[in-house]
């Protein structure tokens, strides 16, 4: 194709392309650009506006605040241990339910898989999964942040179309040579499987990371709060002062008071700090997976 | 397959009827393996399904759902008869139906531009930064959005001001609440929207376009005719899951993006539940909300899905 010359209109075309792409890419990017600059820059002096790309009054205050901050650090704990604890469960135990379900030949298994099917089409709602909560007694305990989000069917499909693809040969003769069904899968099925499992891992991670829901509406002691929970307490609190008037910069020490007790720093800029800190695991993560879940793992689910 | 299996098992598949037992016997592992799926998707799946009887019922939580007194249709009624409830569906309709409008097509268009994009690393440094969106949380983006948007110094504000104009509270305002819903969910989404088009799009064989070009075919007719009559299975899978969808105007984001300011175009039904059901604590009204919505989406994809089964090859069972 390389060889081929291109003709003018393709070449405006071209760059044309390039230029739309190129400009989209800058919207994706810029507003974690605005906050980077933002987050590096006296609150005080970033109020005088101005502040595009870089900052003009640099500080580490902001981010050395937050991290002295045990409110933010506990938050981060509990969403740190928390993505941790129920990435390593999930994609441990979904990889048992994919695995089960690409056994051929097994009794049943229209049934099975029609009984896990069916929850992604109906769901009891809201309430009823509220009083379940109340009911089994994790409102308000770690246990809620963990247990209901340790499975999505979805991610078992993705899996199980990923072990369909393995040669049954290898797990053939492994069981020829008397291996138990339980060593087939982890000495043969996981190894040759850590694409799909690192590409699930992923998707459940930042899922769990990303959270704001269960921490806002599930749980109400402070010390419990994940960190996405936290953030939108901070932002709910601002909008309403923006709202009522009594936000802006007439009043930053009544902002700072009922916010975190901080001098020295405008809660603005630590709401920017904070959306930079919580954004950089994801930034650190997805990239260097991108090549798993590119390939086909998404297109294998859709043909199932 | 099986019996390609069965000629090197140590202990033979037993085919036979009879033999079920034998060959649940076979298999017990790979069912010990999905007994922990069982048990928590009839505990986080289907007891709540069972929990739904309470739009039904006078829900007192000392009673449970058992004992609680049943009300029949009431709270169905009650809903029915709220106007209230009509400006939630239409708000709910109207911004599903944008963001269809909208939002569907976006990802297809990026993709078709990715995939002109010859030279391999440019392409994937343009793909990388367009998944960015899709992996922060709608809390994030909403803050982004605010901090932007704000008339406290805002990006916008800030340089409208500098351009000698006045500062507006866009996030405050009924009529912008639709084009900066569906233009964030554009953003956060596209991206992540045009893999599943751009790996359909590696799929297709290269002697195709290079036959069409000694037919002297040009860049249009080579998309309408090549590329867009290939993507049309996917196209069909995604619109059947968007079409079916289209009670969901996407909780996250709305909630999130939602003021007081806004409420007459920003309440939907997802939002109605949980202000009515949590907030308020009138469980019944609220669940037979919820159960009015998970109902019609049912219908909604099984009639959906049989309708394209029927008119194309596309469905998703």
């Known amino acids: 194709m390389g060889t081929r010359r291109m003709s003018a209109a393709d070449k405006i075309y071209s760059t044309l392309n390039y230029t739309v792409l190129f400009l989209f890419c800058l919207t994706a990017l810029y507003p974690f650009i605005y906050f980077l600059a933002l987050s590096f820059n006296d609150g005080y002096d970033a109020m005088k506006g101005g502040i595009y790309f870089y900052p003009r009054v640099f500080t580490l205050e902001n981010y050395s605040k937050a991290f002295n901050n045990p409110q933010v650090l506990n938050a981060f704990w509990i969403s740190v241990s928390r993505t941790l604890i129920v990435t390593l469960c999930s994609v441990m135990l979904t990889s048992l339910l994919a695995y089960g379900l690409s056994r051929k030949g097994l009794p049943g298994r229209k049934y099975i898989v029609f009984f896990f099917f069916f929850t992604t089409l109906f769901s009891g709602g809201l309430i009823p999964t509220f009083i379940l909560y109340r009911q089994i007694h994790i409102i308000d305990t770690y246990w809620v942040l963990v247990l209901p989000v340790l499975y999505d069917f979805f991610n078992a499909i993705v899996m199980k179309t990923f072990f369909d693809g393995i040669p049954p040969s290898l797990s053939e003769s492994a069981r020829i040579d008397g291996a138990s069904e339980l060593s087939v899968f982890a000495r043969i099925i996981l190894p040759l499987s850590m694409p799909v499992l690192a590409t699930i891992a992923l998707f459940v991670g930042v899922g769990v990371w990303n959270d704001w829901f269960t921490g806002q509406f599930f749980i109400s002691k402070e010390n419990l709060q994940p960190a996405a929970t936290f953030l939108n307490k901070m932002i709910s609190e601002a909008s309403f002062q923006t709202m009522t008037g009594s936000g802006g910069g007439s009043s930053i020490q009544n902002m700072s008071q009922s916010q975190m007790e901080l001098r020295g720093v405008t809660p603005e800029a630590l709401r920017m700090t904070f959306v930079i800190i919580i954004t950089t695991p994801i930034l650190c993560v997805y990239p260097f997976l991108q090549r798993f879940f590119v390939k086909g793992v998404l297109v294998g689910s859709l043909k199932e | ?317």
């Open chain 2, 1 to 317: 397959m099986i019996v390609k299996e069965a000629k090197v098992e140590v202990m033979p598949i037993p085919k036979k009827k009879s033999e079920t037992w034998s060959r649940v016997w076979y298999f017990r592992h790979a069912y010990l393996f999905m007994l922990p799926a069982v048990i928590w998707y009839l505990v986080f799946s289907y007891y709540p399904m069972y929990g739904v009887l309470i739009a039904f019922k006078d829900f007192k939580y000392n009673l449970g759902i058992m004992g609680s007194p049943w009300e029949g249709l009431r709270f169905f009624k009650q809903f029915l008869n709220d106007s209230s409830f009509y400006s939630v569906l239409k708000n709910t309709l109207s911004i599903s139906g944008l963001k269809l409008l909208f939002g569907f097509p976006a990802p297809l268009v990026l993709a078709l531009m990715l995939n002109a994009v010859m030279r391999s690393k440019i392409k994937r440094i343009f793909q990388t930064i367009s998944y960015l969106p899709h992996f922060v949380s709608w809390v994030v983006v909403v803050t982004l959005m605010q901090k932007i948007l704000s008339p406290n110094v805002g990006l916008v504000n800030d340089i409208r001001e500098k351009m000698g104009l006045d500062s507006i509270f866009f996030m405050g305002m009924p009529s912008l609440f639709y084009p900066l819903v569906i233009s964030s969910d554009i953003w956060k989404g596209i991206g992540w929207g045009s893999i599943i088009y751009l790996a359909a799009l590696t799929n297709i064989d290269p002697h195709l376009y290079e036959a069409a070009e000694m037919d002297g075919a040009g860049r249009w007719s080579k998309l309408f005719k090549i590329t867009l009559p290939t993507l049309v299975p996917t196209i069909g899978i995604l619109l059947i899951f968007s079409l079916s969808g289209i009670l969901n105007a996407g909780f996250d984001q709305i909630w999130l993006m939602q003021t007081p300011a806004t409420l007459s175009v920003s309440e939907i039904l997802d939002t109605y539940v949980l202000k009515t059901g949590i907030q308020q604590g009138q469980f019944a009204y609220s669940t037979a909300i919820g159960l009015f919505k998970s109902a019609i989406s049912l219908v909604l994809i099984i009639t959906v899905n049989k309708v394209a089964k029927k008119v194309s090859d596309v469905s998703l069972w």
